[in-house]
């Protein structure tokens, strides 16, 4: 960083500079340059459209010991021990052509660590995914599909607002019965997800007439477009398979995916691939719970830390379970036994901390969902109140967790703070959200991109954004165009926004925004004002 730069940084109100500012707008990485045939052709964590908020989740679940008597395997599995020597076993669905997904094949080959990863994640969920399959007669290819989608990650999600193991956008989440709220996200919990890809691929299935290679393009681009593309080609006489078919790139790519990992499993051997153990039995154990409780509590009644936990029960955004269910828990199925004598002892006020709570002057609902880490409606529902009215004064019971927020690492807000503070350039700009913003008006301002902030800061580029909310801008300092400088200006008589705008080069919105000024209509002489002005754009200061 040149050493000028050192000089020019400041602090501000609502907007916060770590390191210092260049204007040329151009981030530290290229995260959304067109694909090349040269980048890797599967969606894992170098994929710009696939974010993993939570590197580290499958060396947490790693650390969870797991031990099953062999006594209580099912014995429809009991051939093989390991469970990707089952699944392999029992492929036969796929009409595969190698030539054709050479290069998927390819790469796969050359990445035995990206299968390890794989593995860690997929331990503790793919007995169950498998489970689930065999139940409802479907292919175990599809077993694999998790692996294309989000390389095995609850926590994943893409910039198409697509979140959990099985990518669900938030509409199809809701349509195939994932309930998405502040508490808790459906599309991440292993169970409603996997339920929920089932019935959609069963769907996709019927709506194509038996035929998996059009169900599994569907399920990447949504059935009107691969129906679309299949009626094209007849009306032209052509092919209708799906290597005939016309279709986004993406989708292009989608099936060959899964199909390299189908023959690179049946097929092991020849093409020296790894697939690190995975013990062919059950792993996990659904608990049901009679109604909200801290996942600190949990915890400690199973045996596990809080992201131990959590890594098991991904659904889960806050400090505990969503008042309103799904009233279950996923643990170690050797933990089960532990877990339901403990839990049944506890009394309803043990499951959570309770705080009686005197309204102080000023105080709104609001106010306090944001300080106890709640919402304003569970406050309502608690203490039966019909409106958002409270009275100075009057006491009002309010759930808290039992330890730090901090120490529920794998919550939304400590996800995202994680995720923001992975350093990506040299300058870290905190931006706090005003009324009306938007991620486009913000790209314009910090010329940067809407994807590159939204993936920054765990977003969808599709995302309303809250007045209060934090955001992070990353900036690369090493090229700067221009640069800005803090300064203080003293209002003058006459003086208006307007008039102080045009001389410094900024917007109005940005004075309002640096002051604080929403709400106060006029400018008083002698007042005080902060500004970010580009000293190479602007005269005299």
Not at 179 to 202: C, K, M, N, P, V
Not at 288 to 313: C, F, P, R, T, Y
Not at 503 to 514: E, L, S, T
Request: aromatic share 10%.
């Amino acid at each position: 960083m040149r050493t000028v730069l050192l000089l020019l940084c400041g602090v501000l109100s609502v907007v916060t500079i770590s390191g210092c500012v260049s204007t040329d707008g151009k981030s530290a990485f290229g995260l959304y340059a067109n694909k090349t045939a040269s980048q890797s052709p599967v969606q894992d964590e170098t994929d710009p459209d696939i974010v993993h908020p939570v590197a580290e989740i499958a060396e947490t679940l790693d650390n969870i010991i797991v031990e099953t008597p062999q006594s209580e395997l099912p014995k429809a599995i009991k051939p093989t021990n390991d469970l990707w020597q089952y699944i392999a076993q029992n492929l036969d669905t796929l009409a595969i052509d190698k030539q054709q997904i050479q290069s998927q094949i390819d790469w796969y080959a050359k990445h035995p660590n990206y299968m390890k990863r794989i593995s860690q994640r997929a331990k503790f969920f793919l007995y169950y995914i498998v489970q689930e399959l065999e139940a409802n007669n479907m292919p175990l290819e599809l077993a694999l599909l998790p692996i294309v989608e989000s390389s095995f990650d609850p926590f994943a999600y893409s910039h198409g607002s697509a979140a959990g193991m099985w990518q669900f956008i938030p509409g199809t989440g809701k349509r195939f019965g994932m309930q998405q709220t502040w508490w808790y996200d459906g599309r991440r919990d292993i169970i409603a997800s996997t339920q929920g890809a089932i019935d959609y691929l069963q769907y996709l299935h019927k709506f194509f007439d038996g035929n998996w290679e059009h169900a599994l393009a569907a399920y990447n681009s949504g059935e009107g477009r691969v129906r679309n593309a299949i009626r094209k080609n007849k009306r032209s006489g052509k092919a209708t398979d799906f290597w005939s078919l016309k279709l986004p790139k993406e989708t292009q790519g989608y099936v060959p995916k899964l199909m390299a990992l189908v023959v690179l499993l049946k097929e092991a051997e020849t093409y020296q691939m790894v697939w690190p153990h995975i013990p062919n039995q059950p792993m996990i154990d659904v608990v049901e719970i009679d109604g909200q409780v801290d996942l600190a509590k949990a915890a400690e009644l199973a045996g596990l830390s809080v992201n131990e936990l959590h890594a098991l029960n991904p659904g889960f955004n806050r400090w505990a379970t969503d008042p309103k269910g799904p009233h279950r828990l996923v643990l170690p199925i050797d933990r089960t036994e532990q877990f339901t004598r403990e839990f049944a002892a506890l009394s309803e006020s043990d499951k959570v901390q309770w705080v009686r709570h005197k309204v102080q002057p000023g105080e709104s609902l609001g106010v306090l969902a944001q300080k106890y880490a709640t919402t304003v409606h569970v406050i309502k529902d608690i203490n039966d109140l019909k409106s958002n009215v409270i009275i100075a004064g009057k006491h009002l019971l309010v759930p808290q967790s039992l330890t730090s927020l901090e120490n529920y690492g794998l919550s939304e807000e400590q996800r995202t703070a994680r995720l923001q503070n992975r350093k990506k350039a040299d300058v870290n700009i905190k931006h706090v959200i005003q009324s009306g913003d938007t991620l486009w008006d913000l790209a314009q301002q910090y010329k940067v991109s809407t994807r590159e902030i939204a993936s920054w800061n765990g977003l969808s580029p599709k995302d309303y954004l809250k007045p209060g909310q934090t955001l992070v801008i990353w900036y690369e300092a090493d090229k700067p165009v221009g640069i800005q400088r803090k300064v203080t200006y003293t209002v003058r008589r006459g003086d208006s926004l307007a008039q102080i705008g045009q001389k410094f080069n900024v917007k109005i919105a940005q004075i309002k925004q640096w002051n604080n000024l929403f709400g106060q209509k006029y400018l008083q002489p002698g007042q005080k004002l902060t500004l970010i002005v580009d000293v190479t754009r602007t005269g005299t200061i």
